[in-house]
């Protein structure tokens, strides 16, 4: 009895130490390979680029309106480039594996990258410092906008085994980058059956698959065949489906010098057409300016204006017959074609097998080293945040949901709250435009006509300083119930007009003098060209 309690117990242990040891592996499963936050400043964690052509400084600064801090671009027009070396290569063979991070267009984004890019190891020729352009990656993503491009971008650079070259292989047909300034998560998810999915804010954007010739651009396994390129055209080869007809001749009436149109003989000039009347008249008002300097202005010419006896004639100067199609006109004569009977078709160089060819079952990734990005961008504010490694999806949904989510919610009910407060002020500056126009029809009424100038001086002012609006309606009121007063009941004391009206009184005399001389400058002016027609 005692024994079988023993062997029950020894049973019970046994699975509970296994249960124990399973719960541990999968909680090592749900963490992620790499986590950078950027809670504590990247100094002597990520390296900057030593290199000349880098001088974008980076800082760890806040979210606007977060206290989640980030990896931030912080000037405009500059190349930037910082690395992180990771503490063992990641393997991509191997499972699922999850790239993801955040960025943020603080400022928008018009012209720049803000991608990724997740270094080979060092064995393959760079170093953290010199960091650039030229260090060998294994995969670049994330987003990348100027001019034409606008894309998610998602580049394999694989080895052909054959040739031992690397190539950059593209996924085609990307999303595009998101257009305004909220925190976006971007996520790529490499599958062991080859396939790749693109994420963005955790949406599914592009599915495809590594070793589709539809997905990639070039494909990742070359084609078996390549044209020959030792192959040459033979030098009696005709692709010309067609030629001239060499039996055809061009008829004896065909006239090649023909003219496409001719005078229409049966025209005749309307009555009434004034052979001696020109177009235009020196204008009989005009007199020379009293300033005008012969010497200084030349001689001076009276301007032109269209003649007035020519309005209700049917023309003027010089009658001209018009012209019409010429029936007799055929042009240039062609020998028309016929089928090429030396016509082989259009050459191409034979097909031989692709020296470059390998099959493959599964994309033979680099390993990951490191995590770098080396972007050039024109504008600033550009933020990067929560970059992660993993190689389980739900821990890469898990740090969306905690991470990202809260910061997007808060930044769209901001951006929410924004577009209304600017529909609103739109609204309200519609308003403001109608107010305006009826009272610059006020200011036109006949009776005000006296006080027309104040009376727009007040509007003028109102438009700058919106918050007049409503006393500069009131001054207006006053000044026509006042002069209606007067009218009906008369009165020897002037209208008062309020302070704002006594301010206009002051700009009165100078914007008088200042329209004299314009109109002054216009009058002496516009002698000097002379007005045809055309500029009509």
Wanted: aromatic share 10%; charged share 35%.
């Amino acid at each position: 009895m005692e024994e079988g309690k023993r062997r029950i117990f020894l049973q019970f242990g046994f699975l509970l130490l296994i249960g124990c040891f399973a719960s541990q592996l999968l909680l090592a499963s749900s963490d992620p390979i790499f986590y950078e936050s950027f809670d504590e400043s990247f100094e002597g964690s990520w390296i900057v680029s030593e290199k000349e052509d880098y001088k974008g400084v980076w800082k760890h600064a806040k979210s606007e309106g977060h206290d989640d801090h980030g990896l931030l671009v912080s000037e405009k027009v500059r190349k930037y480039a910082i690395v992180k070396e990771l503490d063992e290569p990641v393997k991509l063979k191997d499972g699922t594996i999850v790239l993801q991070f955040e960025t943020r267009f603080q400022n928008g984004l018009e012209c720049g990258g803000a991608y990724l890019k997740y270094l080979r190891p060092q064995d393959a020729g760079w170093t953290a410092k010199g960091f650039d352009n030229e260090s060998p990656y294994s995969i670049m993503f994330g987003p990348d906008k100027c001019g034409a491009t606008n894309k998610v971008h998602f580049i394999l650079k694989h080895k052909n085994p054959k040739t031992g070259e690397y190539v950059e292989h593209h996924l085609k047909y990307t999303p595009s980058v998101p257009s305004d300034k909220l925190t976006h998560v971007y996520t790529a998810i490499l599958e062991p059956n080859s396939d790749i999915r693109i994420l963005i804010d955790g949406e599914e954007k592009k599915k495809g698959n590594f070793l589709s010739s539809e997905d990639f651009a070039p494909a990742l396994i070359p084609a078996k065949t390549i044209p020959d390129p030792d192959d040459k055209k033979p030098e009696d080869w005709d692709e010309r489906a067609n030629i001239p007809d060499p039996d055809a001749v061009k008829p004896e009436d065909w006239d090649e010098d023909a003219p496409m149109e001719i005078e229409d003989e049966e025209a005749e000039k309307p009555e009434g057409w004034l052979d001696d009347e020109p177009e235009e008249i020196d204008d009989p008002e005009a007199t020379k300016p009293e300033d005008w300097d012969d010497e200084e202005d030349g001689e001076w010419e009276a301007p032109k204006i269209d003649n007035p006896n020519c309005e209700t004639a049917p023309g003027c100067g010089e009658w001209k017959r018009p012209t019409k199609a010429n029936p007799a006109y055929k042009g240039k004569w062609h020998a028309p074609l016929i089928d090429n009977p030396n016509y082989k078709g259009i050459w191409k160089p034979q097909e031989i097998p692709n020296p470059s060819y390998f099959e493959l079952e599964r994309p033979d990734f680099e390993p990951i080293a490191a995590i770098g990005i080396e972007i050039w961008t024109m504008q600033d504010g550009v933020l990067f945040d929560n970059i992660l490694i993993a190689s389980d999806e739900k821990v890469a949904e898990s740090y969306r949901e905690k991470a990202w989510k809260p910061k997007f919610e808060v930044e769209k009910e901001n951006e929410k709250a924004e577009e209304a407060a600017a529909a609103s002020s739109d609204g309200l500056k519609g308003f403001q435009k109608a107010v305006f126009d009826v009272l610059y029809q006020i200011a036109d009424i006949s009776f005000l006509s006296e006080h027309k100038s104040k009376i727009l001086e007040l509007i003028e002012q109102a438009e700058k300083h919106a918050n007049l609006t409503i006393g500069v309606i009131i001054s207006i009121i006053v000044v026509i119930f006042t002069l209606l007063f007067k009218i009906l009941f008369g009165g020897k004391k002037p209208a008062k007009v309020s302070s704002e009206t006594s301010n206009a009184e002051e700009a009165e005399t100078s914007n008088k003098e200042k329209e004299e001389e314009i109109e002054k400058e216009d009058t002496a002016a516009a002698p000097r060209r002379r007005t045809t027609r055309r500029d009509t």
